[in-house]
Structures are given as structure tokens and as C-alpha cells.
């Protein structure tokens, strides 16, 4: 069974960093691309970024582009989001997602962990 933990979010003033961590078990990723959402209220979730596990390639939303890195941990079996030059508009719950390559729609999800950029 697959399970995404994230883990990482809390409270962080304007301009601050924080590192998202996403604990992956229950299968081999290597042909998975993991990817990491938002969602703030009364919005819909977003796409924030995205990596191949084996490759190494990654995608970012124009929002977080300079300012965020996603990168992988082969031997913890982890994603990571560093999250710098954090701003108000940043705060939302963050969620890990992962789906095969060949498929298009991410088909697991984690439970989220909450970010706040206070001003």
C-alpha cells in the first residue's frame, strides 16, 4: 500500500524558508513522477512542482520559479520542497502526490501540511 507523509510546514515570516519533506513507501518509485500541490482556502489546489524519480527531471509553477527546489532522496525515499523568499501568498496546505510516468493523473495523495507566511 502506497502512503505519502509530508511533514516540515509551520509558520514562517515573509522571506523566510522552510523545507517540505514527503516520506514514500509501500513501492518502488523509480518510474514515478512525485509531485507537490497546493491548495489555500477557497481556492482550488495547484500544481507547484514535480520531479522524476529516476531521471531527476523537474517542472515548477511560474509562482515559485527561483524560489523553490524540488529535489529526491533515493536512499530515504523522500521528496523534498525547499521553499525560500517565502511570501503571504505562498500560505496553503502543501500535499506530495505520485503517480507512473504513463499516466496522467496523480493517484496518490498525502494528507497535507499547513504553510503560513505571515507578513
Known amino acids: 500500500q502506497v502512503q505519502l507523509v509530508e511533514s516540515g510546514g509551520g509558520l514562517v515570516q515573509a522571506g523566510g524558508s522552510l523545507r517540505l519533506s514527503c516520506a514514500a513507501s509501500g513501492r518502488t518509485f523509480s518510474n514515478y513522477r512525485m509531485g507537490w500541490f497546493r491548495q489555500a482556502p477557497g481556492q482550488e489546489r495547484e500544481f507547484v512542482a514535480a520531479?522524476?524519480?529516476?531521471?531527476?527531471?523537474?517542472s515548477y509553477a511560474d509562482s515559485v520559479k527561483g524560489r523553490f527546489t524540488i529535489s529526491r532522496d533515493n536512499a530515504e525515499n523522500t521528496v523534498y520542497l525547499q521553499m525560500n523568499s517565502l511570501k503571504p501568498e505562498d500560505t496553503a496546505v502543501y500535499y506530495c502526490?505520485?503517480?507512473?510516468?504513463?499516466?496522467?493523473?496523480?493517484?496518490?495523495w498525502g494528507q497535507g501540511t499547513q504553510v503560513t507566511v505571515s507578513s
Open positions: 502526490a505520485a503517480r507512473p510516468i504513463l499516466v496522467a493523473d496523480y493517484n496518490y
Open positions: 520531479i522524476n524519480w529516476s531521471s531527476g527531471r523537474t
